[in-house]
Each structure stands twice: as C-alpha cells, then as structure tokens.
C-alpha cells in the first residue's frame, strides 16, 4: 500500500522548510523528506551560523544582487519578497537586526532561532516530516509527476511533487547534488556546475613565495579583465593574499566572473585588476607625493606609503620595481615615481581558478530556468513537477542574496504546488 499526499518536498533545508511550510498554508497535505537525521543542517552553518535571513535593499537591488539568472525571480518577487520574509519571522515571534549593507540577522545571532521557527511552524500545520530517507527516483506517468520511490523501495503517491534538494556546495551538509539526476530523469536540462562566492587560486610567482600571504587590503577595487583589457565587473570591497591565491568578500564577488570568462574566452589564466585606492585620483596621489618632497626629502619612500597602504604591501610594491626599501623620496626619478603610482591604482595579476566547488558558499549552474515557469517554480517538462533553491540555476553574492532566492521560489513552489493538487 502506499501513502498518498498532495504534495511531496524532497529536502529539508532553507528553500525546502519554506516550500513545505507555504504548501501546507494553502491547504495541502505535504510530506517533507529529509536524508539527513535532522531538517535544516545546511541552514545552521549559514551567515557563519548566525543565519543571514534576507536583505532589507529594495527588491530591484536584490535581484542586482544576484548575477546568475536573477532576472528570472522578478515574477517570484511579486508574488512573494524580502519584506514578506522578514514579515514571517517576525510574526512567529523571532525578532530581527539590521546590520551592514542591509542584512538582516536574527537577535540571538543563532541559525538555531530560525530553524527552530520553522519546526515549530510544520508542527502546527501537520506537515508530515521523514529523515534518513532518501529519493531514489521520480514517478511519473504521462508528463504529470505521480510521486517519489524511496531506495527502500517504498513508493509515495503525490499530485505534486517539490524538489529543494540544494546543490553541491558543503556537501557534509547533504548537498551532493541528488536532485541534479532527479531533474535529468525528468527531460531537464542541468546547466555547467561551478564553484561561486569561492576563493581563486593563482600561480603568480609572489604568490608561490607567499610574500603576502594573510596580508588583508581594505576597500580597495578588485577587477576581472577580459582579454580586451576590459573590466567586466568591479567590486569594491575587501581582500586578502592567501597561500593559493586571494580571498575575501571582493575576490568572492569576482569568482563567478572570473569562470564565466575562462568558459567565453576558453582560458585558463584570467587578468584581475586591484586598485588600491578606488577613492583617490591618480592626480590626487601625484599631489600629495609632492607635498612629501617638498616637507621630508630625505625621508624614505616607505615611511610615506605606509600612510596609505600596510607595510608590508609597500614593500612588495618597491621590490617589483627594484627600488631599494630605504629609498629617500628625492631620489626617486620621474619615472619610477609614475610607475609605482601606476602600480598603486593598478597592479594587474592572473589567476587560474578557484577552490572546488565543495568549498565554495553557493552553486553556479543547476537547473535551467528556460525551462521553469518563472510565476510558479514548476517545470514546463513534467506537470506537478516543482523546484526551489540552489537547485535551480540561480546564485548570488553573499549579504543575504541566496537565502532570499531560496525562501522566495520555496515560497512561490509551495503555493503554487498546494493550488495545483487542490485544483484552486
């Protein structure tokens, strides 16, 4: 005998709990089945386990916010936004904290708080929760889903079925990327898998030495170049030299660019751009050197770019130009002078690619949106077939973008999944 319900969520994480909890809301009997022990495991390490619930930019930004195919969560958006998400935490008594750059995190600054809502939510609705279960195949039957076979061999019965089942990143959280061969099985097409928000590794010789290495710049500008010398994207934020290449918040930004390019351009090497001082003039920076040398002309050069850069960047600065660390200014030549301002406002350098996508914060690629209706989350291949998530090709910066993408198509699935099995 099998179980029947109205709709079937396959996985328990951040899109998953919304999509069930909504789907319930509408009247549905929903099944959520989770091959973990526990629900939202994913969820707990997010905003560094605080749990970065949304944004509190206007949607228009958001979507800016979201590089991958963010265009498509316009109708999503409608139906369903940032304010509604925080509007749903707080009904349920989680009260919320902006922070910078608009994101919203809970007060306790615990994950736990938000999953705990959410538990607590599928309670009261009779959400009909199983973990340690895992989706072995999709029924279906004359294009229109009929429900899910379990490895165990048990069939489950359902009029719609969701797939939230995540993507390929932090895969010791599940996300192993199951519900890629699902899609497949079902005659949809999965788009190239990358890393994204994931730091880039170079085989520049300084990084090699480790000369910068754990060194951190601060608000400076980080370009990825395509082979015109053309900045195709620049992010002004912060960085960091690592021992395989760099990191930090405007590296992570750049990485999805810098894979889009080496796809493009069919490259390896990839140009990135760093202007130190994005805030300065290159005039402005020629100016106060002038001033330099005219108040201290026997000071060192260094004692100087320390007031506008760490020591040891200075440093590294003056080596690639072979100027002697303890070079007073007056006797820097014109030219040297120019070249080391040059290098300041652009110090150009390649890298060749990124961590593994295991170690990335989000998944590049998935399920082709041309191939989902974008009012509803279902699929235009198979009738009651619906997706959410990371699944989806869908991926953002880090600020509270993802999770938003996430419980935004959870939400549209759900509902739309509930009006479809009750034929509303």
């Not at 749990?51 to 509190?56: F, G, L, R, S």
């Not at 899609?183 to 999965?190: E, K, P, V």
């Not at 108040?295 to 130009?321: C, D, G, H, I």
């Amino acid at each position: 005998m099998t179980d029947s319900y109205d709709v079937i969520v396959v996985g328990g994480g951040t899109s998953g709990l919304m999509a069930a909890v909504t789907a319930a809301q509408n009247g549905a009997k929903v099944l959520l089945l989770e091959k973990n022990p526990s629900l939202g495991k994913k969820m707990l390490l997010t905003g560094g386990t605080r749990c970065n619930v949304t944004n509190a930019r206007p949607a228009e930004e958001i979507i800016a916010h979201i590089p991958g195919n963010g265009r498509f969560l316009y109708s999503a958006f409608s139906q369903y936004n940032n304010h509604d998400i925080i509007d749903f935490f707080q009904s349920r008594g989680v009260a919320l904290k902006e922070e910078d750059h608009g994101r919203l995190f809970p007060t306790t600054d615990s994950a736990k708080t938000i999953l705990e809502a959410f538990i607590k939510e599928i309670k009261k609705l009779g959400v009909s929760v199983r973990t340690n279960v895992q989706v072995k195949k999709l029924l279906v039957a004359n294009q229109q889903v009929t429900g899910v076979l379990l490895d165990n061999g048990e069939a489950l019965t359902a009029t719609s079925v969701i797939l939230a089942m995540g993507g390929k990143s932090y895969p010791k959280t599940g996300s192993t990327g199951d519900g890629y061969a699902l899609a497949r099985s079902a005659g949809h097409t999965i788009t190239p898998l990358f890393a994204t928000e994931v730091p880039l590794t170079s085989d520049e010789a300084f990084i090699a030495d480790k000369n910068l290495r754990a060194l951190s710049l601060r608000d400076i500008a980080l370009s990825v170049l395509n082979k015109k010398g053309k900045a195709v994207v620049t992010h002004q934020m912060d960085m960091i030299f690592t021992h395989f290449g760099i990191s930090g918040p405007a590296v992570l930004r750049c990485s999805s660019f810098v894979y889009q390019i080496q796809q493009r351009e069919v490259t390896k090497e990839v140009t990135m751009h760093l202007d130190l001082l994005p805030n300065r003039s290159l005039g402005s920076l020629a100016q106060e050197w002038q001033a330099w040398l005219k108040e201290s002309p026997q000071r060192a050069v260094k004692t100087f770019l320390k007031e506008w850069m760490p020591e040891r960047y200075a440093e590294f600065l003056l080596n690639r130009l072979d100027l002697p660390l303890q070079l007073p200014i007056n006797q820097v030549t014109k030219p040297q002078e120019e070249a080391l301002l040059g290098l300041i406002k652009g110090f150009t350098f390649t890298v060749n690619g990124s961590l593994p996508i295991e170690k990335g914060f989000v998944t590049g690629g998935g399920v082709s949106t041309k191939e989902v209706d974008p009012k509803t989350m279902g699929s235009k291949k198979v009738s009651g077939l619906y997706f959410c998530g990371e699944l989806l090709d869908i991926h953002g910066y880090t600020g509270g973008y993802n999770i938003t993408a996430a419980f935004v198509t959870g939400h549209t699935a759900g509902q739309h999944a509930a009006w479809t099995s009750l034929k509303i």
